[in-house]
């Protein structure tokens, strides 16, 4: 197996001069274009494009967005769901010299507003389908409803310079807004180079499937590997959550490469551990979080055993996608070194290389650092620092991420220096959800933890304090869980929606006045709201789950949730569930009943009743 170089990294050493810059991601799109193409590039399970189908479309929708007046340099709107047409919009964008900014279709309106105009977005990439009302100063132009690619051969793309935009990503953000994170075409072509170069990618085309969302900056890593010659194979929303036909997909288009999450490997495990000991053996990018101890032997000991090969990849949005790599093996979970090109420094709080094995927050420079937080020349002075070990004046980013460097020079991830958080891949400000909380009339002050329950796993639990705030104040006065997660979906994305509510008379505070996060009761202790005796007395109140499909979706529930009493009109996600945890619900009941369900029809039928009728309806059409 291949591995990472062990040269000198430590954060005293000044960088190697570069002869010269990686090749732009869309000149080696060409080179592919002309080497094979007749190869399919791109499938979504329902059509496909070869290279030179690829080549055509891209400069046709190209074409139409200069037509319609965006230039080299501009933000261009990207807001399609998941297919072909999503990779031709990206390379169309990036054809044209211009950076793409997702909007992913299911983000409420109003977030999406506000992106749309941080951005400075006038030009939209869109399904033809679209009934979504933008800004009045955004014209939308259907990628769908343009005329069929003609014959011929394309104009070439816009020659952009390295330090031109790519994209911007919006990340959660501390102030209560979303912030976005520009980079730059110089850090992709790095980023795919320094994979390259250390061995993490093969030197033939593979097959790969696109697994994260395109609002998700991981997604970069996947998506743009059609432009060194891979076939990317788009999964679409049910095929990455259910693993029957996560495998199907896999199988019959030959996937070799899958990007995922630990947390998306734990409900995965059993069935790509089956095709690993039938021999299909998979490459697996781990990434977005870090991985548990558990799940690190157990990957370690399947690779020994030459069963799959596995890579755990680190890096911030701030450092295009992924700053450092390693193979997994061995008994202990790190981050690995840095990729060719990037240079990773330990640094105590005044900007002094520390000591290996000392703790020290990571500052990370390189080609890949982004250009910075769009509109927040504030933000990114403070985050994007002078680099005093370059002697050319570039920057370091300041991760916020506490590491220590071992013997052999790899990096280990201790934590955060502060609050923000990662839960399913995804990074979250708690205080963006707390700022959030307060915008409902009836919340006067609100706090966010990430809570880990030994059902449920990872989830975000809120405290609040009701507005009126008086000892005298009555039980309508307090919002309920209902009420709030209905507000928070209007302007949150659904993975920042905390799955626990507990109202309390008061937050505990610690003797110099913070939130003692210590002393907050554990979500268990309360449902909707009510401590757990009230609760349990409550549900007596109402109507117990009836008949076979209902007593059995109420054990399923019950367990995976963690929860002792379940009613037949409990809510699933208002009760703590979330994607991986629906994943389950489905896998119980295909085993149980034989009946074949995705993730997408819990989210439909929420309600115990409501699921079970819909579960009776789909036995009797069997």
């Avoid at 990206?90 to 941080?118: C, F, Q």
């Avoid at 999964?235 to 998306?264: A, F, K, Y």
């Avoid at 240079?343 to 709080?349: E, G, Q, S, T």
């Amino acid at each position: 197996m291949t591995t990472i170089p062990e040269g000198p990294n430590d954060s005293t050493q000044a960088p190697e001069p570069r002869r010269d810059h990686p090749l732009d991601l869309l000149a080696r799109f060409q080179q592919a274009v002309v080497a094979t193409p007749d190869r399919t590039a791109v499938h979504d399970g329902v059509s496909s494009l070869t290279f030179a189908e690829l080549d055509r479309r891209t400069a046709q929708v190209g074409e139409a967005l200069t037509a319609r007046g965006a230039a080299p340099g501009e933000r261009v709107g990207v807001s399609l769901p998941r297919s072909t047409d999503l990779v031709v919009a990206l390379l169309a964008v990036w054809r044209i010299g211009a950076a793409y900014v997702p909007l992913d279709p299911a983000y409420p309106s109003e977030r999406l507003h506000t992106m749309v105009r941080d951005a400075g977005i006038r030009t939209l990439l869109t399904g033809g389908d679209d009934r979504r009302t933008w800004p009045t100063d955004v014209h939308p132009l259907p990628v769908t409803e343009l005329p069929a690619p003609a014959d011929g051969h394309p104009a070439p793309p816009v020659r952009t310079p390295a330090h031109a935009p790519a994209y911007v990503i919006y990340t959660s953000g501390s102030t209560g807004t979303p912030k976005g994170v520009e980079t730059t075409r110089g850090g992709v072509a790095s980023l795919v180079a320094g994979l390259e170069g250390a061995g993490m990618y093969a030197e033939q085309p593979r097959v790969v499937a696109w697994n994260a969302s395109v609002s998700f900056d991981a997604s970069v890593q996947q998506w743009a590997r059609v432009c060194r010659g891979d076939t990317v194979i788009v999964l679409g929303e049910d095929e990455r959550t259910d693993p029957g036909r996560l495998s199907e997909i896999l199988d019959r288009h030959g996937v070799q490469d899958l990007d995922l999450t630990p947390s998306h490997w734990h409900l995965l495990r059993d069935d790509l551990l089956v095709r690993a000991a039938e021999g299909r053996r998979l490459r697996l990018f781990m990434g977005g979080e870090p991985v548990p101890e558990r799940t690190w032997r157990e990957l370690a000991a399947e690779c020994a055993a030459g069963r799959l090969e596995a890579l755990n990849l680190y890096g911030p949005t701030e450092c295009t996608v992924d700053a450092t790599a390693t193979w997994v093996e061995g008994d202990f979970p790190h981050i690995g070194h840095p990729l060719p090109g990037v240079r990773a420094h330990v640094l105590d709080a005044a900007l002094r290389p520390v000591a290996d094995g000392e703790e020290g927050e990571l500052y990370l420079a390189g080609a890949g650092v982004a250009a910075g937080y769009v509109s927040r020349p504030a933000l990114t002075a403070t985050r994007f620092v002078a680099d005093p070990f370059a002697a050319d004046g570039t920057r370091m980013y300041r991760t916020g991420d506490k590491v220590r460097r071992r013997a052999d020079k790899a990096l280990e991830y201790l934590g955060r220096i502060d609050r923000q958080v990662k839960i399913r891949g995804y990074r979250v400000e708690l205080g963006e959800i707390e700022a959030a909380l307060t915008t409902h009339p009836g919340v006067a002050t609100a706090v966010v933890t990430l809570h880990s329950s030994p059902t449920a796993g990872e989830q975000l639990a809120a405290y609040l304090v009701a507005a009126d705030g008086t000892e005298g104040r009555t039980a309508a006065a307090v919002p309920t869980p209902d009420a709030l997660r209905e507000h928070l979906a209007g302007i949150l994305p659904q993975y920042m929606l905390p799955t626990a509510y507990v109202t309390l008379d008061a937050l505990p505070l610690t003797v110099n006045g913070k939130v003692d996060l210590a002393a907050l009761p554990a979500p268990e202790q309360a449902a909707d709201g009510q401590p757990a005796a009230q609760a349990e007395e409550g549900a007596a109140q109402h109507h117990a789950p009836d008949g076979e499909v209902e007593t059995l979706i109420a054990d399923v529930w019950s367990e995976v949730l963690g929860r002792a009493h379940i009613r037949a009109d409990d809510d699933f996600f208002a009760m703590g569930g979330h994607s991986l945890i629906a994943l389950r619900v489905v896998a119980r009941l295909k085993k149980q009943l034989g009946i074949a369900l995705s993730t997408r029809e819990v989210y439909r039928h929420p309600r115990l009743r409501d699921l079970a009728q819909h579960v009776e309806t789909v036995r009797a059409g069997h």
